[in-house]
Structure formats: structure tokens, C-alpha cells
């Protein structure tokens, strides 16, 4: 069983504790039922239920304490935190999201060298504390160079802090806020820590309008000592950069919570709805939609599961989490919104009633596309690894499935936030070599056809200016990345053959509608396209195996869950 269900948790963990914080929070919501999670969403209501629930649990404190800053079984282990992640967001984003932003704001906090500030942070943990992160601000969007929070030295060796914060989660309620700036004599730049209780922290508003507070914050002559600095000069700038290396993965998990609920929703609709004397699900379009659906849903989960997998294994001298971690933000999370647009045609006009939990997700997964970078952002990020992985492979010891009890380090210890470029990549070529089947060899073939144009027909300089243009080759270049981390994780998982096949059978139609769209952009040349038009290639059809996923896989899940009411 690939998909989280609620009902029969599987996972496996090597410690009872981390099972016994999956289960309590199941039964927290599935106690709370849909119809209280939905009036609460409809109402804007604050989870303070959600946060006293946490507190009396000590969940974030066990899940978001560094070893040696809690108690015993308190660690930062990204193989129960994505769990943690999709489970919440399966109940709905707004109670991901006060764990998520307490994640960034804990970032730049265990990443500093102020171990006063690390042990108070362990101490609201354990009192059950959340944290924010107050990055951005209104005017500056992507661009934190332009930051304008300011921090003046006083005569006495303090500083005042001024300056205004926006979009900033938990800006209401966290004891500590991760608060980015710039010294004012130096113009370094600085993190330091906010209480929103102090009089010189005014909250303006919230301003979304949800059960989420994302603040918009003042800080007027904010007073602030040495011991309230995490960071400043590269190291502040690194720990910007960093926390979001760790933070942005997360959204991954988000749109696999979100898709995961609505499936079950959507199919057992679906299933029991009958028009003209037949169930909805007999129609052979609702049969494509839900397996395209499903195989896509677990696609993304393959990836993200075994990204974690790199990202738990990273050190200095291996960190291709750093292009992984762009692709599960970026891939991931487009690929839930077709999951739910796939779903949402079925189900049509009931994704739009008060009480499913479709009418949140149809919402909700339109977000985490957007949120911590765009998928433009990614993008632009991810094609500064495509040199290196294409034509300059490293050998790296084998990766196994990181399951274990382990203390994630490396997250905090990244270092200088540069040299993507000098990044290698174990070879894609054997995993795909390895796995014989009739989509993944033409996914294959149409890879070739891509290295190929990379070689022979490479983009010029003023095509690698052009951000339009690489967002398109971009796109090629994030599909083969996403083909290898799931097949590996095929592999791992013994995901069945049929299932594998009808994966390969949507990214070999996704290659080649991405094929087209370079194909067809201004500046594409007459030899790119040549090559492009060689990378359009249709799936094998496979009627036996596409009925096998169908009803075996798909059409099961009709009775598997449904949330309380
Ligand atoms: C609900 C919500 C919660 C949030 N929570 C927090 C939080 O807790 N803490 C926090 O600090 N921030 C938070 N944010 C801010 C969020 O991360 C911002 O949306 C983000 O910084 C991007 O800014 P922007 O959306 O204004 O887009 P802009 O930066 O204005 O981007 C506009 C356009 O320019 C493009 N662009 C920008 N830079 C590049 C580039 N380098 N390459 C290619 N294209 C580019 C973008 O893709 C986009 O299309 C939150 C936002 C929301 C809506």
C-alpha cells in the first residue's frame, strides 16, 4: 500500500514513540471529524485546538528538536517529519502550515552558533512553542537582497531594530521570530530573533484572509542585544538560503497529503454514484482520468520518499539533495495540481459542496506551486545542475532507503550556500538500463534524444539569457531527474511492473508535450527542433496492464477510507 491511509497505517518506524505521534495525531483529527475541520476552514477559525493538541503531545518538540537540545527521542529525522508533513495536510494545509513556518523559523535558530538561543528554542519547544520565519517583506518579494529591516548600533553596543515583515506565518503567537536584516553601519546582513510580545513588535495584520494568521509585523525601535543575534554577514545570508533548501521540501508533501484525501474522496464518489444504470466509474474516461490520477500520485510519492533518502545522507562532499530538493518543490507540487484537476473532472460538481474535503483541496493545492519560490524560481535553479549531470558523472557509494533512527545533522551544518554548478551526479544511465519495460525503454530513447540536442544543437548565449526559453528546456531537464529518483525508488519499494509501466506511460506523454512547447518557442532554432520533434513519442498501450492498475489498484481504494464525521 503506497498512498497513507489513515485507517491501516503501515509505516515503518525503529521506535514506538515515532509511531505513537502518527497515530495520536490520526486520531486528533479523525476525533475533530470532517464536519468540525470544515466548519473551522468555512469559519476562518484558529487552531488553537490543533496547537493545544500538539503542546500536550509534544509533537513538534520530539520531531523538531536537534539531538542533544530535548530529551531522548527527540531528533530531527526527515523520515518521520514527511509523514508528520502528510499527515497534516491530508486533515487540511492550514495545521501543515503552523508546522511548516515553525520549521523555517527553527532553521536559522540551528543553524546559529548562539547556543543560548538553540537551548531557548529547545525550551518552547518543550512548552509547546511555534516559530516563524520573517524573510519576506511586501516590496521585495524573491528578491531578499532588497531586504529593508534595518538594525542601528547604539552607543551602549545594542541595536534598535526597524522595519516592517509581510506574508510572515505565526507572526501572532511565536515567542521567537526568525527576522532577517541588514546592519545598518555595514549593510551585512543579520538574523535575529523577535518576540511578538514585546511593545516594539506591532502586528498589523493578518493578511490572508484563513485560519492561518500570515502576519504583516512592525518592529519600532526594537531593542536588540548581541545575545539576540543568530547570524550575520555570509553566515546569515547561507542560513536564508539553507533554511529554505530544508523548508522547501516540505511543500512536496503537502500536495501528496492534500491528493492523497481527495482521491479517496473522489473514487468513492465516483463509485457509488450510478447515472443512466451504470456506476460513474464503469465510463472508460473516468477509468483514464482516476489511473492517470493515481499513477501520478504515487509518482510524486516515489520522488519525494527518496529524495529525503539523498537529503538524509548529505554531506560536503555530496550534495545533490540541492538539486532534488528544487524538483520536489517544484515537480511534486505541479504534479498535484493535475492530480486534483484529473480528480476534479470526475467528480465535478461535488468538489464544490461545503462538506467533502475536495471543496479545501481544489483551494489549498493551487498554493504549495507557488509558495517558497516559484516554480519559476525552481527552475532557474535546477538548470545550473543539467551540465554536470549530463556529461559529468561522479561515482558516490549507493544511497540505501534512510529509514532510520537518525539525527539529520547535515541540515544544519550545510555550509556556504554556492558552487551549484560544481555539483556532480551519480549516472542516470544504469537504473533506467536495468528496468526492462516498454515505456521506460521509449522514456529512455526520448532522453538520448535530449542529450543529444544538449551536444549537437546546444542553446546558445542568448538563449541561456532568455528565461523563457530555459524554463522550457528546464522542464525537459526536471522530467528526466524525476524518472530516475522514482525508478530508483521502484526498486526499493517493489513497486509492481504494471504500476512502474503506467507511470513511464504518463512521463512519456509529459516529455513529449514539454518537447513541444521547446519546439514551438520564438527562438528555438531550426536543428533544435529537429530534435524535438524526434522527442514527441507516444506511450506503448498496454490494455492488460492498464486494466490491472485500474482495478487492482485504483478502483480498490473505493472502500479503503473515509474520514469520520
Ligand atoms: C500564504 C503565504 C504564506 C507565506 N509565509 C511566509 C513566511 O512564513 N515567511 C516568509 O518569509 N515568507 C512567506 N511567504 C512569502 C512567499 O514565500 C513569497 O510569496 C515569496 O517570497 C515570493 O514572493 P512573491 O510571491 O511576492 O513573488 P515575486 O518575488 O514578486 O515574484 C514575481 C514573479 O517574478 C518571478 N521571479 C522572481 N524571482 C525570480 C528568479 N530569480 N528567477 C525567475 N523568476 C523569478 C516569480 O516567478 C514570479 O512569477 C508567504 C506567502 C504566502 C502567500
Request: proline letters at 4%; glycine letters at 6%; charged letters at 25%.
Amino acid at each position: 500500500m503506497l498512498l497513507l491511509n489513515p485507517k491501516a497505517p503501515v509505516r515503518h518506524y525503529a521506535d514506538t514513540r515515532s509511531q505513537e505521534i502518527m497515530l495520536r495525531t490520526i486520531q486528533f483529527f479523525e476525533g475533530k471529524g470532517k464536519r468540525r475541520v470544515k466548519a473551522d476552514d468555512h469559519a476562518r477559525v484558529w487552531y488553537a485546538d490543533f496547537l493545544e493538541f500538539q503542546k500536550r503531545e509534544r509533537a513538534f518538540a520530539t520531531l523538531l528538536t536537534p539531538k542533544g537540545y530535548g530529551d531522548a527521542d527527540a531528533r530531527w529525522d526527515t523520515w518521520r517529519n514527511c509523514e508528520f508533513n502528510e499527515i497534516l495536510a491530508f486533515y487540511g494545509l492550514a495545521y501543515w502550515y503552523t508546522w511548516q513556518v515553525s520549521i523555517l523559523g527553527l532553521g536559522p535558530i540551528w543553524q546559529s552558533g548562539n547556543e543560548g538561543l538553540k537551548r531557548k528554542a529547545a525550551q518552547l519547544l518543550q512548552e509547546g512553542a511555534v516559530f516563524a520565519f520573517g524573510l519576506s517583506e511586501r516590496k521585495h518579494g524573491a528578491d531578499i537582497y532588497s531586504t529593508e529591516m534595518t538594525l542601528t548600533p547604539q552607543a551602549d553596543g545594542t541595536y534598535r531594530a526597524n522595519g516592517e515583515k509581510y506574508y510572515i506565518g505565526n507572526g501572532n503567537v511565536a515567542p521567537m521570530v526568525s527576522t532577517f536584516g541588514k546592519l545598518a553601519d555595514t549593510g551585512e546582513f543579520v538574523f535575529f530573533v523577535a518576540d511578538y510580545r514585546d511593545k516594539h513588535y506591532r502586528l498589523l495584520q493578518n493578511v490572508t484572509d484563513s485560519q492561518s494568521y500570515v502576519a504583516q509585523f512592525a518592529l519600532h525601535d526594537y531593542p536588540v542585544t548581541e545575545a539576540d543575534i543568530l547570524s550575520r554577514g555570509q553566515e546569515a545570508w547561507d542560513a536564508a538560503l539553507n533554511t529554505v533548501n530544508i523548508g522547501k521540501y516540505n511543500l512536496g508533501w503537502a500536495s501528496i497529503g492534500i491528493c492523497t484525501h481527495a482521491m479517496y474522496e473522489a473514487v468513492r464518489h465516483a463509485a457509488y454514484r450510478r447515472l443512466y444504470n451504470m456506476a460513474v466509474t464503469d465510463f472508460p474516461h473516468v477509468q483514464q482520468l482516476f489511473t492517470d490520477a493515481y499513477a501520478r500520485l504515487v509518482a510524486m510519492k516515489l520522488f519525494a520518499l527518496r529524495a529525503a533518502d539523498y537529503m538524509r545522507s548529505a554531506s560536503p562532499e555530496d550534495r545533490r539533495y540541492l538539486l532534488y530538493n528544487p524538483v520536489v518543490k517544484m515537480k511534486v507540487t505541479t504534479q498535484g495540481e493535475q492530480v486534483i484537476n484529473l480528480l476534479w473532472d470526475v467528480i465535478a460538481a461535488k468538489g464544490f459542496e461545503k462538506d467533502t474535503y475536495f471543496e479545501m483541496a481544489a483551494r489549498d493545492i493551487r498554493a504549495l506551486p507557488k509558495l517558497e519560490g516559484t516554480v519559476h524560481v525552481n527552475i532557474a535553479l535546477i538548470v545550473k545542475f543539467m551540465a554536470n549531470y549530463f556529461f559529468n558523472p561522479a561515482t558516490y557509494p549507493e544511497v540505501p532507503q534512510r529509514s532510520d533512527a537518525a539525527n539529520d545533522d547535515f541540515l544544519f551544518h550545510q555550509g556556504p550556500a554556492k558552487g551549484l554548478g560544481r555539483i556532480q551526479f551519480h549516472d542516470y544511465g544504469p537504473v533506467f538500463a536495468s528496468t526492462d519495460l516498454p515505456n521506460v525503454r521509449i522514456f529512455r530513447r526520448q532522453v538520448d534524444v535530449f542529450k543529444q540536442f544538449l551536444m549537437t544543437a546546444t542553446p546558445d548565449a542568448s538563449q541561456q539569457k532568455d528565461t523563457d526559453w530555459l524554463l522550457a528546456l528546464g522542464e525537459l531537464f526536471t522530467l528526466v531527474v524525476y524518472a530516475q529518483l522514482i525508478l530508483e525508488n521502484v526498486g526499493i519499494y517493489q513497486v509492481g511492473d504494471d504500476l512502474t509501466d503506467q507511470i513511464f506511460d504518463c512521463l512519456v506523454r509529459d516529455f513529449s508535450q514539454f518537447a513541444l512547447q521547446l519546439y514551438i518557442k520564438p527562438s528555438t532554432t531550426s536543428r533544435q527542433m529537429e530534435y524535438c520533434l524526434k522527442m514527441i513519442q507516444k506511450p506503448a498501450v498496454d490494455e492488460r496492464r492498464y486494466q490491472s492498475v485500474w482495478m487492482n489498484r485504483v478502483y480498490a481504494l473505493r472502500d479503503e477510507y473515509e474520514m469520520e464525521a
